[in-house]
Structure formats: C-alpha cells, structure tokens
C-alpha cells in the first residue's frame, strides 16, 4: 500500500525552528518529485517547496526562501522540510505529497499526499 507518513510539526514561538518528516511506505520515495504544500483557514493550499527525482533540484516559495530546507535521505525513505526563523505567516496544516520526476507548483498535480500536520507559530 502506497502511503506517506508524516511527522513532527507543533507550536513554535516566532523565529523558532521545527522539522517535519514525511516517509514512504510501499515505494520509494527517490523515485518521486515530493513537494510541502501548507494551508491556512480560509486559505487555499499552497506550494512550499519540492525536491525532484530527476536530478534533486530544489524549488522554494518566495515567502520560505532562505528560511525553509527541503532535504532527502534515500537511506530512511524520508524526506525532510527543516523551517527556521519561522513567523506567524507560516501557521498552516502542512502537507507532503508525491508525483512522478519533476516538481510541479500545484496541488492537483500530486496523487498521493500525507495525512498533514499543524504547525503553529505564535508568541
């Protein structure tokens, strides 16, 4: 059975860090472009980052750029999202989802997606 796990997530004050995990069972996660969505109440999900299969690259929102680290260890079938310096912006339920190669910026374009995780950022 095709399934992503996630995990860690929580509340952060602002300028904190969390990582989240997202890990596959049933296939390999390297064989996937794995993207973070997030959504926001009254929001529609948006696009954090992704990591391609084909060749790793990396793809971040402008709103996460130098915040936010994407990272894949093929060894654990896991791919991670470290978030730093976090701010209240980035409260959302995250999800991680997999596609075929190569990263795309919308959600319909994922078939298969975590079960989300509340990150909350507040002081």
């Known amino acids: 059975q095709v399934q992503l796990v996630q995990s860690g997530g929580g509340s952060v004050q602002p300028g904190g860090s969390l990582r989240l995990s997202c890990a596959a069972s049933?296939?390999?996660?390297?064989?996937?472009?794995i993207g973070w969505f997030r959504q926001a109440p009254g929001k529609e999900r948006e696009g954090v980052s992704c990591?391609?299969?084909?060749?790793?690259?990396?793809y971040y929102a402008d709103s996460v750029k130098g915040r936010f680290t994407i990272s894949r260890d093929n060894a654990k079938n896991t791919v991670y999202l470290q978030m730093n310096s976090l701010k209240p912006m980035d409260t959302a339920v995250y999800y991680c989802?997999?596609?075929?190669?190569?990263?795309?910026?919308?959600?319909?374009?994922?078939?298969?997606w975590g079960q989300g995780t509340q990150v909350t950022v507040s002081s």
């Open positions: 990591i391609s299969s084909s060749d790793g690259s990396t």
């Open positions: 049933g296939f390999s996660l390297d064989s996937y472009a």
């Open positions: 989802a997999a596609r075929g190669r190569r990263c795309r910026a919308t959600a319909r374009d994922y078939a298969a």
